[in-house]
């Protein structure tokens, strides 16, 4: 979707506190299409970076494969990170308590040479804004929709149903 539009993407998920209130969220940031190649380097230092010098697990998990849960063993907080087709990494969280939750977003931040507090705190939307800018992607996004193909034959020729 993003490469039609001359953008390159990156993924990226937080997965916390397994202990109290398991959390994960997952994000999706377009760049310009010239940016892609550099994702990995940028996150692949700061990942190296992040944290205490001496930990009790790897700091960088370059991921071989797509499945994130062979790689990350299970119960443990982590953060990952990919680029598309590119395989990605991933980062076992030691210090949930101290953890950037914005980590992903400030390397973006850092690629594109912004204002570190744009990156921590993004400026509050009004609902309508907010509602428009959903619509917008839903209409960018229907052409790549790729659940359409699951749903039945009845709904693909247009005909509704109460679901809907």
């Given at each position: ?103 992903g977003h400030e390397v973006v931040g850092g690629m594109l040479d912004t ?21 917008q992607f839903g209409s960018m996004w229907s052409e790549f929709d790729w ?18």
């Open positions: 979707m993003f490469q039609s539009q001359g953008e390159d993407c990156v993924f990226f998920e937080t997965a916390m506190s397994f202990k109290r209130h398991p959390h994960m969220v997952i994000e999706c940031i377009p760049l310009p299409e010239d940016m892609g190649s550099m994702l990995p380097m940028y996150y692949q230092k700061a990942i190296q970076e992040c944290e205490s010098e001496w930990s009790d697990n790897k700091k960088l998990v370059k991921l071989k494969e797509k499945n994130i849960g062979r790689n990350i063993p299970k119960g443990l907080p982590y953060f990952h990170v990919d680029f598309g087709l590119d395989m990605g990494f991933a980062h076992i969280i030691e210090e949930e308590e101290e953890w950037n939750k914005r980590f204002e570190p507090r744009t990156m921590r705190n993004p400026p509050w939307e009004q609902f309508e804004e907010q509602k428009r800018k959903v619509i659940t359409k193909s699951l749903r039945p034959n009845s709904q693909a020729r247009g005909e509704s149903s109460d679901s809907d």
